[in-house]
């Protein structure tokens, strides 16, 4: 049974930083592309980062180039996101996503929330 669970959320001040986690079960991440996204209420979800599985290429959305960082260690089947100099417009829920066999697998989010 294919599992994505999401962690490291929580409240940090502007400028802070983060490190989510996504830890996969059920399948091998390296075999495939993992992604972070990230939806804001009433909004589309919209792709933050990923992280392809051949190379490791990885790339980001613009808002967050520069200051975030996807990454995984197989050894551990968890995928993570770096996220530095947060700002109150990352407050949002931030998704994993992965495609095991063509099918799309999401985990249970996890909110971050930006505030002094």
């Known amino acids: 049974q294919v599992q994505l669970v999401e962690s490291g959320g929580g409240l940090v001040q502007p400028g802070g930083s983060l490190r989510l986690s996504c830890a996969a079960s059920?399948?091998?991440?390296?075999?495939?592309?993992m992604s972070w996204y990230r939806q804001a209420p009433g909004k589309e979800r919209v792709l933050v980062a990923y992280?392809?599985?051949?190379?490791?290429?990885?790339n980001y959305a613009h808002s967050v180039k520069r200051r975030f960082t996807i990454s995984r260690d197989n050894t551990k089947n968890t995928v993570y996101l770096q996220m530095n100099s947060l700002k109150p417009e990352d407050t949002v829920v931030y998704y994993c996503?992965?495609?095991?066999?063509?099918?799309?697998?999401w985990g249970q989010g996890t909110q971050v929330t930006v505030s002094s």
């Open positions: 059920g399948f091998t991440i390296s075999d495939y592309a």
């Open positions: 996503k992965s495609r095991p066999w063509g099918l799309d697998y």
């Open positions: 992280i392809t599985s051949v190379g490791g290429i990885t």
